[in-house]
Structure formats: C-alpha cells, structure tokens
C-alpha cells in the first residue's frame, strides 16, 4: 500500500536557525497537505499543494512540492519558539485516501 | 476554519466495558469523518473512513467488530471501543472533510479523547 515517510524525525536547533522537513511518497499524490501539531495539542492544517513544483509561502515558511508529485518539503527560515511541534506532511492520492507521514518534532532552543 | 469537537476528552474505564467517543462537525457537513489512533510521540494511524449513511471502510488490521463506527448523519460520527482493554489505551482523535467548496480537500481535526483502560 502507500507509504509516506517522513525524514529527519527529530530536528533540534538554536533560535534563529532554520529547519527543514522531507517528505516522501512511495506512489504519486493527487495533492499533498502539511499539519503541525503543538505539544499536548491535536494537528492543525497549514497548507496543501496540488500542482506539480507548487511552492507555496506562509511568513517564514516554504513549502514546496515536486515535480513529479511524490515529494514535498516545508522550510522554515529563522526559527522562532513558537514554531515548536511536530510538523505532519499527509499524502493524499485520487482515491481519497489520507496517509501521514511520521511526522518531524522541532524544538527550538532560545 | 472550521470547527469539530470531540466528546469526551478524557475517559477512564475498567477493562471489558465499552466506551462511545463523539466526533460532531460544528459548522459544516461533513461528507466524511475519520478516526485516527495516536501513540506517544508517534504519528496518526488512520483506523477507518466513515461516509455519512455507509459502512466505515476499515483499514488492514483493525478489528471491526472491536471499534464501531457510526456516522448517523452529516455532523455526528461515533466511535465505540467494545470491551476495551489495557492495550486499547491511546489518543483517538477524529477528523472531518467537507467535501465541497474551497476547502473540499481539507482535514478538520478533533481535540482529540484520552482513553485509559484500567
């Protein structure tokens, strides 16, 4: 079945810094949606991309997705403490089937 | 965005009892809900799609006679844990899709319900 993995799974680093997650889907996606999820909180939507080498901007973070519409990214540029949690990418494919992927947990030193 | 509460947030039961969780979309229909099941510091496992008025698809390896699902209408969908046990112990939390409109492809989580099985 469709596989969604997720890399690195922990990414710590200093205020100031900047941080980026991967995704990868073994199959391709009809679109592709990132959530980040706050400590003791549950996910909530950031964006979806849907076309292929869609790159999309929120304030300081990017996100892309790839050409060939099996892989995307999220980066975020000068880490602050609020960008805390951990970051969800969900590969969604035709069929309407949703798979997370393991997700990427930040902590952000001050 | 749009809202959808979960009922209850935190339920603590003895082992072999049953326990119905709520997922209600607020202020939209939900075409279809999900539930998800979450381990500490793990990501969500989808357990099943409901579409309003069917039968939930389950996904590979969850048991259906075990975790009922109802999705009764646009804006209600339930979850039952029968005979729960220890091992059932998790973070369940639901989400909903529209369907329709801008916001067609969009997950709306839950807060989530904290159960424990003594």
């Known amino acids: 079945g469709q596989q969604v993995m997720q890399i690195p799974q922990y990414q710590h680093v200093q205020e100031g810094e900047d941080f980026t997650t991967y995704c990868n889907s073994s199959?391709?996606?009809?679109?592709i949606q990132w959530y980040k999820q706050r400590p003791g909180g549950h996910p909530v939507f950031l964006i979806q991309?849907?076309?292929?080498?869609e790159v999309k901007k929120q304030k300081r973070l990017t996100f892309q997705f790839g050409e060939a519409k099996k892989n995307s990214s999220l980066h975020i540029t000068a880490t602050q403490t609020t960008d805390v949690g951990t970051y969800f990418c969900?590969?969604?494919?035709?069929?309407?089937?949703?798979?997370f992927g393991d997700g990427t947990t930040l902590t952000v030193k001050p | 965005g749009a809202v959808v509460s979960q009922h209850p947030s935190r339920v603590i039961c003895k082992s072999g009892t049953s326990v119905k969780i709520e997922c209600r979309s607020l202020?939209?229909?939900?075409?279809?809900m999900f539930w998800y099941r979450q381990f500490p510091k793990k990501s969500l496992m989808l357990m099943a799609t409901?579409?309003?008025?069917?039968?939930?698809?389950?996904e590979q390896g969850v048991e259906k006679d075990k975790f009922l699902i109802n999705h009764a209408s646009l804006t209600l969908s339930t979850l039952t844990v029968t005979s729960a046990h220890p091992e059932d112990s998790s973070f369940y939390i639901c989400?909903?899709?529209?369907?329709?409109?801008?916001?067609?492809?969009?997950?709306?989580f839950g807060p989530g319900t904290r159960l424990t099985v003594l």
């Open positions: 991309l849907v076309k292929s080498g």
């Open positions: 969900a590969g969604n494919t035709n069929a309407g089937k949703s798979t």
């Open positions: 989400s909903a899709r529209s369907g329709q409109g801008p916001l067609v492809n969009e997950q709306f």
């Open positions: 202020d939209f229909q939900a075409t279809t």
């Open positions: 409901s579409n309003e008025g069917s039968k939930a698809t389950y």
């Open positions: 199959t391709t996606l009809s679109n």
